[in-house]
């Protein structure tokens, strides 16, 4: 059965960090792209940040750059999604996000529906 499953969400003080993995079964991440997305109360669903596990190529939205990391660890079948200098905006629920097809653009890669496999999501709380 193929599953993702996120963690590590949590209450954090602005400025704080959290570090949140996403762990697959059934699957290896070889020849993925995978996807974080968040979705605050009341609003879309949308891309933060992916990683394509071909070439390791990352991409970040700008509202994260600078301040949020991906990366793969393939030994533990895992992506975390590094999230410092946090600030009360980021608040959301993320959700990591995998799928075998080639992202050609950014646009393609932030786009939920390109996606197969989803996470149950963690929320990610921060206070002012």
């Not at 003080?13 to 792209?33: I, K, M, N, W």
């Not at 933060?48 to 700008?62: A, F, G, N, Q, R």
């Not at 660890?73 to 946090?86: G, I």
């Not at 996000?97 to 197969?116: C, G, H, L, M, V």
Request: hydrophobic share 30%; with cysteine; net charge negative.
């Amino acid at each position: 059965e193929v599953q993702l499953v996120e963690s590590g969400g949590g209450l954090v003080q602005a400025e704080g960090s959290l570090r949140l993995p996403c762990v697959a079964s059934g699957f290896t991440f070889d020849d993925h792209v995978i996807g974080w997305f968040r979705q605050a109360p009341g609003k879309e669903r949308e891309g933060v940040s992916w990683i394509s596990s071909s070439d390791d190529y990352t991409y970040y939205e700008d509202s994260v750059k600078g301040r949020f990391t991906i990366e793969i660890e393939y030994s533990k079948n895992t992506v975390y999604l590094q999230m410092s200098s946090l600030k009360p905006e980021d608040t959301a629920v993320y959700y990591c996000a995998a799928d075998q097809r080639p992202k050609i653009t950014a646009i393609q890669a932030s786009d939920r529906d390109e996606y197969e496999y989803w996470g149950q999501g963690t929320q990610g709380t921060v206070s002012s």
